[in-house]
Structure formats: structure tokens, C-alpha cells
């Protein structure tokens, strides 16, 4: 994902839990799914049109909060990604020994706070005395603390995307959340038209519904392998690592959404180059460290109609030719040179899209999916 957390460790993470803790299910049929559409829509997670019919820009989800300027998951990385212009927040949530859920992507202190000691072998009043190694020394936040701050009236457009981390128990961590959010309100909208729950296996998937069955869900993952395997299930967002995107089958992936009506996000884009390739191939959402660079990319990205022919007769075309562009290009061309995408990060982006495929491919075997069963649970709970 980042300079502390590398692409090997993130992934490796996951395949440590997975191998430990996952039970197989039979292999997936690709067959039309008739039990489908109990995940609920939220429509107000779409980018709309521009005046000009013009796809609006993504949105901008500020990972883990301004990371690039602040310390990660804080009250200072959230605040001041809500005011450089972020709309969500990505976050990721742990419980500790006795209960409360709290804000750390990494399940143990180490690396934040700089003690060797698991977030769930700690009680919440030794957590909330540790400072960040990073200035400005911040505490770790609650999940609570964060729903408090942006349920002011002039923070009501702000949403959060929440990361489930697979070292969490999956009930006992469903079931605290839904616990908190029935018991904190949110005055001007309800949570769940604020909030979208990031889970990265179908067991999660499936205890969303059971748990907070009004609340939309995302599927996190650097496998498009097991992400194709839920493209025919309406109303589930894609969360995909970025360079599983531009590497082999990311094109392929992103028409088939489209062609399914998915919305599809992208994580975490750091590079102003990878930023306007993500605007280009029009993502629905951006995760990334730096809100306020996103923001000005897309507030410099421009759009040009124009009319061209193709095989049915004469039909108006809208050229995104990115920030800077001066409406003198004679044809449409979805070029990544447009971006400034280099030789070298077109090699970085083939070895990491490789690397993500090998891995990506054990993830979906451990975590094999019997769509068919999935959606008769889903099905299920639905009646009941």
C-alpha cells in the first residue's frame, strides 16, 4: 500500500490469517444469481453528472485520514482531511481485550506507538495512554470518537469507509459495531447513508447482512480472482488495489464492472501520474494519503466534448484529456503518456501486477466461494 506498510506485508497478512483460520467451500459456477439484491443500494454514493453531462471527478477517501501529512487513523489525519475537501474517510478497526473497537490498521502497536503488544491482548485504558512515534504524539482514537466528530451538522457530508480486518474474530467484531452504531445517533443522516462496511471475504459479507443488513458493503481485495467472483451481486462496491487495476486483467475487470453497474474504488494512489489514470478510467472513489493533492488533480482535470463517428452513424464523445489540456488533440486516444506515466513505473506496475496475480490466485483458493450457498444465506436471513 505505502512506504510502512509494503505490498508483500499487506498481502502476506492476509494469507497468514487465511491459512490459519479459513475453511474451504466448494469451487464457485458462474450461473445467473436470482437470489440477488438483498445488500442494500446507496445511491448516495454516486458521482452523478456535471452540468455538462461530464462524469463528475471521484471521489476522494482520505486513507487512514491525511496520512501523507499526519499520523495515520488520528483525530488530526481525520480533521484535516475533512478540510483540505476529502468526502470519506477510510479507516480500519480492531477491538481490544476488553471490547472497544478501535482505529489501527496493524493489529499490533508496534509500529505506531512503538510497543510490542497486540491491540486485542490490551485493555482500552493502557491504549488511550500511548502517543503515535509520529508528531504530533497523538492517542489512538475509538471508532466512537470518530462517529462523535463527524455527526456535527457541519461535517454531515463527510462518510467513512470501514476496513474489517481479517485478524479481528468476525462475529464479535460485527456484532460491536452494530451495537455502536444503534446506540450513537447520527442527527442529520443516518449512519448507513454514511457509512460503507470494507470486508475482504464472503464470511464477512455475509455477517454484514446479518448484522447491519441496511448498511452498504464493500468487498477489499488485491484478487480479482475472488473480486470477479462477486461481480454478478448487485449493490456490493469494489475496494481493489491499484496496481491489481493497471496489471494483467485490470482493464478487462473494470469493463465488466461497468457492464455490471458496479461502483469500483481504488487503493491507495499516491502519484500524481496514478491519480490522473485513476480520473481517466473514471473510478468511482480514490483512497489516498493525500487528499489535498487528489483534490487539486481534480479540480485542474478537463473535460472536452466532442463529436466523432462510429459504426451505428454521428454520436457527441467526451475526451478526458486531463489537467492542463489545451482542446488541440486530434484524436481520442486513452494513452497513459497523458498521465505521465513512466517506463519505470510501467515495469513497477507489471512486476506488482504479477506478484498480486500469483498471490492474489492463493487468496481466492484458500478462500474458495460457493456462490450459490452465499446467496442462499443471504436469502435466508432476508426471510427470517
Known amino acids: ?82 478540510r483540505v475537501g476529502a468526502q470519506g474517510l477510510e479507516t480500519d478497526v480492531h477491538l481490544s481485550r476488553d471490547g472497544e473497537i478501535v482505529l489501527s490498521h496493524d493489529a499490533t502497536l508496534q509500529r505506531c506507538f512503538g510497543v510490542k503488544k497486540r491491540i486485542i491482548d490490551c485493555d482500552w485504558q493502557y491504549i488511550s495512554s500511548l502517543r503515535t512515534r509520529r508528531e504530533p504524539f497523538e492517542p489512538m482514537p475509538r471508532l466512537v470518537d470518530l462517529l462523535r466528530y463527524i455527526s456535527t451538522p457541519e461535517r454531515k457530508h463527510v462518510w467513512l469507509l470501514l476496513d474489517i480486518k481479517l485478524d479481528n474474530h468476525p462475529e464479535t467484531i460485527m456484532r460491536a459495531i452494530a451495537n455502536l452504531l444503534h446506540s450513537i445517533p447520527s442527527e442529520h443522516r443516518p449512519w448507513n447513508k454514511r457509512i460503507i462496511i470494507g470486508c ?8 454484514c447482512h446479518t448484522y447491519l443488513p441496511s448498511f452498504p458493503v464493500s468487498l477489499i481485495s488485491y484478487s480479482l480472482i475472488y473480486a470477479r467472483k462477486f461481480l454478478q451481486i448487485p449493490n456490493i462496491f469494489f475496494n481493489i488495489k491499484l496496481k491489481a487495476l493497471m496489471g494483467p486483467g485490470g482493464a478487462q475487470f473494470l469493463e465488466d464492472a461497468k457492464n455490471a453497474q458496479q461502483k469500483v474504488f481504488a487503493w491507495t494512489v499516491n502519484d500524481e501520474s496514478f491519480m490522473r489514470w485513476s ?28 463529436c ?22 486530434d ?40 456462490l450459490k450457498e452465499f446467496l442462499d444465506e443471504l436469502y435466508d436471513e432476508y426471510e427470517k
Open 1 to 82: 500500500m505505502d512506504a510502512e506498510t509494503p505490498i508483500l506485508e499487506n498481502v502476506m497478512a492476509t494469507l497468514q490469517y487465511s491459512l490459519k483460520a479459513r475453511r474451504p467451500t466448494s469451487p464457485s459456477s458462474p450461473k445467473p444469481l436470482e437470489k440477488a439484491g438483498h445488500f442494500p443500494q446507496a445511491q448516495w454514493v454516486d458521482r452523478g453528472r456535471n452540468k455538462d453531462v461530464t462524469r463528475a471527478k471521484p471521489f476522494t477517501i482520505a486513507h487512514r485520514g491525511f496520512k501523507a501529512k499526519y499520523p495515520e487513523n488520528t483525530m488530526s489525519a481525520f480533521t484535516h482531511a475533512i
Open 331 to 370: 484524436d481520442y486516444e486513452d494513452d497513459d503518456e497523458d498521465d505521465g506515466i513512466t517506463v519505470l513505473q510501467h515495469v513497477n506496475i507489471l512486476i506488482a501486477g504479477v506478484i498480486l496475480y500469483v498471490l492474489g490466485s492463493m487468496f481466492a483458493t484458500v478462500h474458495q466461494v460457493d
Open 279 to 306: 480520473i481517466r478510467h473514471t473510478m468511482d472513489g480514490v483512497v489516498t494519503d493525500n487528499s489535498e493533492l487528489f483534490q487539486r488533480i481534480c479540480d485542474g482535470w478537463k473535460v472536452e466534448r466532442r
Open 308 to 329: 466523432f463517428y462510429n459504426n451505428n452513424g454521428y454520436k457527441y464523445g467526451l475526451l478526458d484529456k486531463g489537467d492542463g489540456y489545451d482542446g488541440d488533440g
Open 200 to 207: 475482504w471475504t464472503a464470511e464477512y459479507l455475509s455477517l
